[in-house]
């Protein structure tokens, strides 16, 4: 598994998620794009989605939304 911080976030000098949240994240977005490629728009080729998710005061993480993302 290859993952990076890309851009911290400016309201803090250290990173916002645990390795373990990084992990249950990436099964998560996994877990959704499968979800939309083969059940919702399996006509896609290239399916990119854009997602919305919170991260829960007792550390659950949640997909609030996801949508096919259409660039203009």
Known sequence: ???RIVT???LSTEP???TAQMDELARLLFAVQD???TQVHPQRANLSLDLELKLTRDERIVIKQ???YVQP
């Open 1 to 3: 598994v290859d993952r």
């Open 35 to 37: 979800h939309f490629a």
């Open 8 to 10: 911290m976030s400016s």
């Open 16 to 18: 916002l998620w645990t």
């Open 66 to 68: 996801a949508r096919p």
